[in-house]
């Protein structure tokens, strides 16, 4: 007689309970998914949706020879959309650093205060984009550069306040410690023990920041706060689709240029 | 014999740039930029003077929020932001999976792997608000046009990271699992998604969160959301119902933020 053969189960990745919990996680999934789409799609205009495809093409047609002579109109926008991103950074970049001291568990002054509160900015400036801090500043101080610029600077707290004070909180404790052994006064710490820590990340974040602020300060202008998404806009608003082809690939250089610039800086710093 | 050469002063050591002339130079040129720049911006200061009583304003609005005037239009808003966000980001996440698989180097032919990584450079070098533009043109207004933007930028975020993360990959399993004779299917299902499935719902989490910071923006230029509710709060000059909307932005992206890194936590 074979003893093997009562050894007929088959092998399987999870325990049926795990698969039953599975496929009720799925099918709830799919339920969630069918239920916001018809509540997404209940005003939607089917007709414009089986539309697209020639309006697609349509579009694409009035854009293909993209109109050249456009181009020396842009070079000033241009300059106004990096001014925008590097004194938007610069302006964040010194509003971010005493936040993030504030913020940091080690260096802030009053954990119970103090705290809360820098963390707080830090959250609101996040979750903000860069568009809606322009158009609220659009509307309060009127459309132009300097809307543009505290904008960027408002947007770029929340970012280099947070990866700084992160950095702020991983310094070696040791290091902080034999300067205040010395007999260093606070500011002497700060300046001697944390600073020198810091430097590289705080240089490496702020590149980066610039490099992402290129990007947000090229549509700063659909709001009205200056730049070369003025000019966007307002090839937009003539259906200039020519133009808007010279455009959007001057943007998609600049970008890729910062990016390559920021890579390269980084790589040098760190 | 003198001991004047040794330095008596200590000073601090240069971190980043080493030689003194660089450094000389480079300090020159960022006066030198700062003052152009500075100089192409023009401030009408009258403007910014007037504009201060409506900060002001705008500030009070905040502290005193307005929900109950505009409700109607911030909950639509508010819905159609919330739906966007859920679909584009199952839609996103189902369509970038296999585009992550064709774009990872040990799993696909090259031919594959050159078209599925140019699909992710065309998704991730556009602004999302740039092809909200587009989308809006083609489509016509509303969240359709705002759930084809978010789809198409969730699908350059998500497959780009999870290609790289399958490149990463243990080739040991891999390895044992090709051994067994299985096929590239079981392969994938075998080898490769255990490996990359926690990572996965952490990337999809934190996509959702930023989608929904996205469809507040991409309102502004006609794609729906809550995002199109702010415009008209500020341009009928409402600041206490815009400050009602900003509240309601933060308050959820701070709830996303917290549950989406609890989630992940728990998963992992």
């Known amino acids: 007689m074979n003893g093997i053969t009562h050894f007929s189960q088959v092998w399987s990745h999870r325990t049926p309970r795990a698969r039953l919990a599975l496929w009720v996680g799925w099918a709830a999934l799919v339920a969630l998914f069918v239920w916001c789409w018809q509540l997404m799609t209940a005003n939607t205009i089917w007709f414009f949706v089986q539309d697209a495809p020639r309006q697609a093409a349509d579009i694409g047609s009035r854009m293909m020879p993209p109109r050249w002579s456009y181009l020396p109109e842009l070079w000033a926008p241009l300059w106004d959309t990096i001014n925008i991103a590097t004194l938007g950074t610069l302006g964040g970049v010194i509003m971010a650093v005493p936040v993030a001291f504030l913020a940091a568990r080690n260096t802030t002054p009053s954990a119970r205060i103090l705290r809360p509160f820098a963390l707080f900015v830090i959250v609101t400036s ?9 158009l609220l500043l ?12 505290v904008a960027i600077a408002l947007r770029s707290i929340g970012f280099v306040g947070k990866l700084l004070y992160e950095a702020i909180e991983e310094t070696d404790a040791r290091q902080i410690e034999a300067v205040a052994a010395t007999g260093a006064s606070g500011a002497q710490v700060l300046s001697y023990g944390i600073v020198p820590q810091i430097m590289p990340a705080f240089w490496g974040i702020t590149v980066f920041r610039w490099d992402i602020n290129i990007r947000e300060s090229t549509i700063l202008g659909l709001v009205g706060a200056g730049g070369i998404g003025l000019k966007l806009q307002a090839s937009l608003n003539t259906l200039a689709w020519s133009q808007v082809t010279v455009i959007l690939l001057l943007i998609l250089a600049t970008v890729v240029l910062s990016e390559w610039v920021s890579a390269r800086m980084r790589h040098a710093i760190i | ?9 200590w000073r601090r050591p240069p971190q980043i740039i080493k030689d003194r002339r660089w450094r000389i130079a480079v300090q020159i040129g960022i006066v030198v930029y700062l003052i152009l720049a500075i100089g192409t911006v023009d401030v009408n200061w009258a403007r910014v003077y007037d504009g201060l009583e409506r900060g002001q304003r705008f500030v009070m609005g ?13 909950s639509q808003g508010l819905v159609e932001s919330l739906t966007m966000t859920l679909t584009s980001t199952v839609v996103g996440v189902a369509i970038s999976v296999p585009i992550g698989i064709g774009a990872a180097r040990n799993l696909a032919p090259p031919w594959v792997y050159y078209v599925c990584r140019a699909i992710i450079a065309v998704s991730r070098a556009l602004q999302e608000v740039i092809i909200a533009i587009f989308f809006v043109a083609m489509f016509g207004f509303g969240p359709f046009a705002g759930f084809l933007t978010l789809s198409f930028a969730t699908i350059g975020f998500i497959a780009k990271l999870l290609a790289d993360d399958i490149e990463e990959i243990d080739e040991a399993q891999a390895e044992s699992i090709r051994a067994t004779g299985a096929s590239w299917l079981q392969l994938v299902n075998y080898a490769v998604q255990p490996q990359v499935m926690p990572r996965l ?4 989490l934190y996509r959702l969160d930023i989608n929904f910071r996205e469809s507040a923006v991409i309102g502004i230029v006609g794609a729906g959301g809550i995002g199109a509710t702010l415009n008209t709060a500020i341009d009928r000059y409402e600041y206490d119902s815009a400050g009602a909307v900003l509240l309601i932005i933060i308050a959820i992206v701070m709830v996303a933020e917290y549950g989406s890194s609890y989630l992940r936590k728990f998963l992992q």
């Open chain 2, 1 to 9: 014999m003198t001991v004047a050469a040794y330095p008596t002063r």
């Open chain 1, 138 to 149: 659009v509307a309060i101080i009127g459309p132009g550069l300097l809307a543009g610029i």
């Open chain 2, 201 to 204: 719902i952490g990337l999809s």
């Open chain 1, 126 to 134: 996040r979750s903000i984009n860069s568009l809606i801090w322009a």
């Open chain 2, 62 to 74: 905040f502290l005193q929020p307005d929900f109950t005037s505009r409700w109607r239009d911030i």
